[in-house]
């Protein structure tokens, strides 16, 4: 496992340059020296959105999340909560090199004039008490606002406000503003409140995995407690992470935005320089033939790599 991960974890292996396992058949400059950069042209966008990718977990696919950040340039970079998971590394401090590598691309990309903007989520909620600070060129955001090109205004929210509510009555989607409003207003203190009481905290992304039957309904829940709090704010849509799912949708004129997750599917919301707004996943952006291949390494090891669905 370590010694797979410290080959598929080498600069030469992250740039796409490393040599092809034995088995598959040779290019036709085998055995000349690779170009300085193979990297491919990085795709740029005017946003970039990411979350939920629970860095410090083995669950996290860091390899690659740091191979879309390489691809990848934007005016905007939003990382809309959930990035190191505060919670997970309490109980099992578990940082590996990669990890570290994709702080520290951002950190570079802030540096280098992208805006970065951090809204914690649930798991790394610690990050709270920062809201209002930057942290070197990061700033740290309770929530943010993005307009885009055409005007519209997204909030910008990692979504877990919408937990308890979903956890105790999933019909206050569907009541009168006024009752809902008192049920945010109570929510506000639940979880807090939960932890301290020793039932840990509620998240629907977790109950989402462990409940199919209720998947579909929960979904459109927090969707709709997501629009309508944007609504409610004056804002033209939401753009959220939390349960993993990404997706774009608009409803009586207001956009709902999951930008996903980089535990499973692997995914980001993007604005791109025209204005538009798409869901790009990391297979979509990597050149055909360089990264993917290198899962045929060791496909049966743990978590923290490739899948087969994925590279397939
Ligand atoms: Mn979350």
Redesign the pocket.
Known sequence: MMRWLQTFAAPSVLAGTVEAPAAAPAPADSGAAPPPDSSPTPHRYRAIFIS?THLGTRGCKSLYLLDFLRHSESEYLYLV??IIDGWALKKNFYWPQPHNDVVQKVLRKARKGTRVVYVP???DEAGRQFAGLNFGDIEIREDAVHRLIDGRRLWVV???FADGVMLHARWLAYVGDTLYEAILWLNHHYNRLRVRLGFGYW?L?QYLKHSVKNAVSFITGFELLLMREARRRGYDGVVC??IHKAEIREIDGMLYCNDGDWVESLTALVETCEGELKIVTWKSIQAPGKFVARWDVDPEEGADEPTREVAA
């Open positions: 939920d909560g959930d989520g649930n798991h990692h979504g877990d998240s992304s992470g939390h």
